[in-house]
């Protein structure tokens, strides 16, 4: 399959890498804010509907966890 996208925050940039291997979970996203000269990076692992990883930007980085949350009002 492929990965397209982007970054929308904190300016919009296409992904330069993006990649997903379905057999381990991992996922790679990578941007530049040609702007700023500043590299954007998610590494991780994506296993049902967290992903956890590492956000770098720049030359500082942290742990990451995103959840799918999806509301279902009544």
């Known amino acids: 399959g492929r990965i397209d996208g982007k970054f929308l925050n904190p300016a919009p940039m296409e992904f330069q890498t993006a990649?997903?291997?379905a057999k381990t979970g991992n996922v790679l996203l990578e941007a530049m804010d040609s702007k700023s000269s500043t590299r954007y990076r998610i590494a991780g692992k994506i296993s049902g509907t967290e992903l956890k990883g590492t956000l770098s930007?720049?030359?500082?980085?942290n742990d990451l966890t995103l959840v799918k949350w999806t509301y279902f009002g009544r």
């Open 19 to 21: 990649t997903y291997n």
């Open 57 to 61: 930007v720049g030359p500082g980085s």
